[in-house]
C-alpha cells in the first residue's frame, strides 16, 4: 500500500509542523488575552529563536541542554525589551496603531537579525540524529518526536500555570475583564509585560525546535507567524484548546495538500479552507460570537 | 469637497507642474510616478479603513489583478492598452464583490486574517498559473499606453499621466467624503450599530467601498504595468499589502491627504535608506516605529497639531 504509507508519512510530517504552529498560535493568544493586540511580531520571535539557539549551539558550540535554556533567556529579554519601549510608551493605543507598531518592531528584528547573522540560512543539527525510524510503513525523522514532545510539554506546563498558580490565574483575570481584573488588585500593566515575556519565550521555542527541519534564515519570521495567526484566527481569537487543534489542523492538510494535489499550492489550500471555515463561522472553530466583535479600527 | 479641501488641491496641483520644471533629474521623476502609483492604491484604501473603518491586508491583490489583466490582454492577446485597462477594472469590482459579501461580515482581527488569506491566495496563483502569468519569471513586453495621440513613452509624459488621474481619484474621492454616503461611512466607523439603526444599509455600503478601493487599486496597476512595462508576482505579494496599510496609517488614517502623505514618505523613504545598505531594513522599521509612537494620529495629525499651535500663536 504505497499510498497509505505515502499518507502517514503526509501526516507525520504535518502533525510536526502543525504542532509548531499551535506553539505560535499560543504566542499570539497569550497576547491578544491581556492586551487584545495581534503581535505581528511573534513570527519573528520564532526566527530569532532559532538563530539564538544556532548561535549558542553551533558557533559556540555549547551542548544543547545549555544552548536550549540560554535561548529561551534571551527571548524572554527581547519579550521585555519590546513591550517596554515599543508597547507600553504608547500613550492612547489603538488597535490599529498597536498593529502598525508590532509590524513596525517586526522589521526592526528582521533588520537586526540581518545585521547579526547575514542573509545566509543557517543550519541546526538534529537534536538526536537523523536517522529515521520505521513507523506504520513510513520513516519518522526523530526531530518530529522532539517537536511533538516538547509541544505537549510546553502546552501542558501553559495549562498547568493558567489554571493552578496566582499569576497565571491573575493573567486569566486580565483577559476576561481587565477593568474588574485592576479592581481586585491585579496590576494589569505587569500581567501585559509578562504575557509578552510569556509569548517570547513560547515563541523561541518554537523557533529552537523547528530550525533543524525548516533551516533558519533572518527573513522566515513573517510566513511562520503568518501561519500561527492562522491557526489562532481559526481555533478562535484567545482560545487555548482551538488554537492547538486549528494548528494541527493547518499542518496537517498543508502537508497532505502540498503532497496529493500540487506543492505550489500548499499555502493557497490551508488559506482557503481557514477563509471558508470564517465564512461559514466568522467567530472561528471555537470562538464566542461576541469575542469576534469587540474591537473596531 | 470644502473650501479648505478646494485650497489645498489647488496648491498641490500647482506644486505638482512646477515640480518636474525645478527638478530634471528623471530618477527624481521616476520616483515620483511610482509615489503617485502607490498615492492612488493608499487613498481607495484610506477610504475603506480610515472611513468604513474595515481593515483590508489583501489590497495588493487588487493591485495585482489590475496590472496582470492589462498586461495579460495587452502583451499576450493584442488587447488595446485602454480595453484591458477597463477589463481590470471590471474583474477587480467583481473579484471585490465576490470576495466582499462574505468577508465583510467579519470583524476585527478576523476580517484582517480573511483578506490577508484572499491576498496571499492571489498572490500564489500569480506564481502557479503559470500558463496564463508566466509563473515567477513574469510577463514582459508590455506596450506603452497613449493618451490624446500621445504616447506615454517617457518619465516626465508618464508623471503628469499619473498625477491627473491621482488629482481625479483624489477630487472624486473628497466629494464622496463630503456626501451623504461619506457621513453615513463615517457613522459605521464610529459605531456600526447606530449606523444601522439610522436606517443605513451598512454590509451594503462597505461593499461598495471595498470595490470602489478596489477599482482604485486596479487602476494603480494597470498604470504600473504600462509604466515599468513588466510584472512579476513578487510586486503583489503579503510585504505590499502590509507596505498599503502602514502607507494609510502612518500618513493619518482619518483623513485622505493623510493616506497621500504617507505614500509619499513610504515610497520615497527607501530610496533615501539605500546608500545605508546593510542597516537599510533596521533603519527603516525604526523610523516607522517612532513615527507610530510619537504621532499616533499619523503625519497629518502632527501636522495638525503643529498648524494648530502656530495660529494661536499668531
Not at chain 1, 253 to 275: N, P, R
Not at chain 2, 124 to 137: A, Q
Not at chain 2, 212 to 235: D, E, N, R
Request: with cysteine; charged share 10%.
Amino acid at each position: 500500500m504505497l499510498l497509505y504509507s505515502q499518507i502517514i508519512q503526509y501526516v507525520l510530517s504535518g502533525v510536526t509542523i502543525g504542532s509548531v504552529y499551535a506553539i505560535i498560535a499560543l504566542g499570539f493568544n497569550i497576547i491578544y488575552n491581556s492586551t487584545s493586540i495581534i503581535n505581528f511580531a511573534q513570527g519573528e520571535f520564532v526566527m530569532l529563536g532559532g538563530l539564538t539557539m544556532i548561535f549558542f549551539t553551533v558557533m559556540l558550540k555549547f551542548p544543547l541542554v545549555i544552548g536550549f535554556p540560554l535561548t529561551v533567556l534571551v527571548l524572554t529579554l527581547i519579550g521585555i525589551i519590546m513591550e517596554r519601549f515599543t508597547i507600553s510608551p504608547i500613550k492612547k493605543p489603538t488597535v490599529v496603531t498597536l498593529i502598525i507598531v508590532t509590524i513596525a518592531v517586526s522589521i526592526l528584528f528582521k533588520g537586526i537579525a540581518m545585521l547579526v547573522w547575514g542573509k545566509d540560512t543557517h543550519f541546526l543539527p538534529p537534536f538526536s540524529g537523523e536517522k529515521g525510524i520505521a513507523f506504520m510503513g513510513a520513516s519518522l525523522n526523530p526531530q518530529y518526536i522532539w517537536v511533538v514532545g516538547i509541544t505537549v510539554v510546553v502546552v501542558v506546563l501553559l495549562s498547568v500555570f493558567f489554571k493552578y498558580t496566582i499569576i497565571g490565574k491573575a493573567m486569566t483575570a486580565c483577559a476576561v475583564n481587565r477593568t474588574a481584573a485592576s479592581l481586585m488588585g491585579i496590576n494589569v500593566k505587569r500581567m501585559v509585560l509578562l504575557s509578552f515575556v510569556l509569548s517570547a519565550a513560547i515563541g523561541g521555542i518554537a523557533g529552537i525546535i523547528i530550525a533543524p527541519i525548516t533551516l533558519m534564515a533572518y527573513d522566515n519570521g513573517a510566513m511562520l507567524g503568518l501561519k500561527g495567526f492562522g491557526a489562532a484566527v481559526l481555533g478562535g481569537l484567545g482560545n487555548f484548546y482551538g488554537a492547538i487543534f486549528a494548528g494541527l489542523l493547518l499542518g496537517v492538510m498543508e502537508s497532505l495538500g502540498a503532497g496529493l494535489i500540487h506543492s505550489g499550492y500548499k499555502d493557497a489550500i490551508a488559506l482557503l479552507v481557514l477563509l471558508l471555515v470564517l465564512f461559514i463561522k466568522p467567530s472561528g472553530i471555537f470562538g464566542v460570537t461576541e469575542v469576534s466583535g469587540f474591537k473596531k479600527f | 469637497m470644502d473650501k479648505k479641501d478646494s485650497l489645498t488641491l489647488l496648491i498641490l496641483t500647482v506644486c505638482l507642474v512646477i515640480f518636474p520644471f525645478i527638478v530634471t533629474n528623471t530618477y527624481y521623476i521616476s520616483t515620483m510616478v511610482f509615489v503617485g502609483i502607490n498615492g492612488i492604491i493608499a487613498i481607495g484604501l484610506s477610504l475603506l479603513m480610515g472611513y468604513a473603518g474595515q481593515i483590508s491586508i489583501g489590497h495588493a491583490a487588487f493591485f495585482g489583478l489590475g496590472a496582470y489583466t492589462s498586461a495579460v490582454l495587452t502583451a499576450k492577446l493584442g488587447f488595446h492598452p485602454w480595453g484591458a485597462f477597463f477589463m481590470g477594472i471590471l474583474l477587480s469590482s467583481c473579484v471585490a464583490l465576490i470576495i466582499g459579501i462574505p468577508s465583510l461580515k467579519l470583524k476585527g482581527h478576523y476580517l484582517a486574517m480573511a483578506t490577508l488569506g484572499f491576498g496571499e491566495i492571489t498572490y500564489i496563483v500569480f506564481n502557479e498559473l503559470t500558463d496564463i502569468t508566466g509563473g515567477p519569471s513574469g510577463i514582459g513586453g508590455i506596450p506603452k499606453i497613449s493618451l490624446a495621440g500621445y504616447t506615454m513613452n517617457t518619465d516626465i509624459k508618464y508623471y503628469f499621466f499619473v498625477w491627473a488621474f491621482l488629482l481625479l481619484i483624489l477630487t472624486l474621492s473628497l466629494n464622496l467624503i463630503h456626501s451623504r454616503i461619506g457621513r453615513a461611512l463615517r457613522s459605521i466607523h464610529d459605531s456600526e450599530v447606530a449606523a444601522n439603526a439610522m436606517g443605513i444599509n451598512t454590509s451594503k455600503l462597505k461593499i461598495q467601498v471595498f470595490m470602489i478601493s478596489a477599482v482604485f487599486g486596479s487602476v494603480a496597476g494597470s498604470l504600473y504595468t504600462h509604466y515599468v512595462t513588466f510584472v512579476s508576482p513578487s510586486s503583489f505579494g503579503l510585504f505590499f499589502s502590509i507596505l498599503l496599510v502602514m502607507m494609510v496609517v502612518i500618513g493619518g488614517m482619518h483623513s485622505v491627504w493623510g493616506a497621500l502623505i504617507g505614500a509619499t514618505l513610504l515610497t520615497i523613504l527607501p530610496e533615501f535608506l539605500r546608500a545605508l545598505k546593510d542597516f537599510e531594513i533596521f533603519v527603516y522599521g525604526a523610523v516607522l516605529l517612532l513615527i507610530m509612537i510619537f504621532l499616533p494620529r499619523g503625519l497629518i495629525g502632527g501636522l495638525e497639531y503643529l498648524f494648530n499651535r502656530l495660529i494661536k500663536k499668531v
